[in-house]
Antibody, heavy 119, light 107 residues
Framework: EGQLVQSGAEVKKPGESLKISCKGS????????IGWVRQMPGKGLEWMAI????????RYSPSFQGQVTISADKSISTAYLQWRSLKASDTAMYYC????????????WGQGTMVTVSS | DVQLTQSPSTLSAFVGDRVTITCRAS??????LAWYQQKPGKAPNLLIY???SLESGVPSRFSGSGSGTEFTLTISSLQPDDFATYYC?????????FGGGTKVEIK
């Protein structure tokens, strides 16, 4: 079945960098795409980007290209989402989600990581 | 990008009501559409994939239909546990996109 466990909540100041993680277990991490989804407070879901841990192939939404970087380390079954310089508008819940093999939808989600950016 | 427009944005209904949510795509996504349920403070939960396939473990009162640009999610008899926000999601084309959500409230 599998599980995705995300790193804990973060409180950062504008301009700071941040890397959050998503660790997979109970399935073949390297052979399933992992996507990232943003949910700003009180708002809907926004698809950000996706990575294939086996070869680190990535796809970004144009809305997030250049704003964040995704990566993965298949040796420790962990995917990452990082920012070089946070803005207050990055305050949101961030979810990782596993894409179903051979399809495009996600059947397994992490519990979410709340990122708060405030001076 | 494929824009997904859900209607209504909010829906008030009684327990036992039949509820239908619509999702319209700005271009054809074939049948590559999923529906998720999200409760406050929780991650989304997959209900339907490939427009009409029920995810394992999801109650049969949930059903999906449609193809191309128009899709519906139907709850045949609304239960107390169903009060939540529902999102459609297309996975036909990158970037993948979500609808704006439909909040189902108790009447």
């Amino acid at each position: 079945e599998g599980q995705l466990v995300q790193s804990g909540a973060e409180v950062k100041k504008p301009g700071e960098s941040l890397k959050i993680s998503c660790k997979g277990s109970g399935y073949s991490f390297a052979t399933h795409w992992i996507g990232w989804v943003r949910q700003m407070p009180g708002k809907g879901l926004e698809w950000m980007a996706i990575i294939y841990p086996g070869d680190s192939d990535t796809r970004y939404s144009p809305s997030f290209q250049g704003q964040v970087t995704i990566s993965a380390d298949k040796s420790i079954s962990t995917a990452y989402l990082q920012w070089r310089s946070l803005k207050a508008s990055d305050t949101a819940m961030y979810y990782c989600a596993r894409r179903v093999d051979g399809s495009g939808y996600s059947d397994l989600w992490g519990q979410g990581t709340m990122v708060t950016v405030s001076s | 990008d494929v824009q997904l427009t859900q209607s209504p944005s909010t829906l008030s209904a009684f327990v036992g009501d039949r509820v239908t949510i619509t999702c319209r795509a700005s271009q054809s996504v074939s049948s590559w559409l999923a529906w998720y349920q999200q409760k406050p403070g929780k991650a989304p939960n997959l209900l339907i994939y490939k427009a009409s396939s029920l995810e394992s473990g999801v109650p049969s009162r949930f059903s999906g239909s449609g193809s191309g640009t128009e899709f519906t999610l139907t709850i045949s008899s609304l239960q107390p546990d169903d009060f939540a926000t529902y999102y459609c999601h297309q996975y036909n084309t990158y970037p993948l996109t979500f609808g704006g959500g439909t909040k189902v409230e108790i009447k």
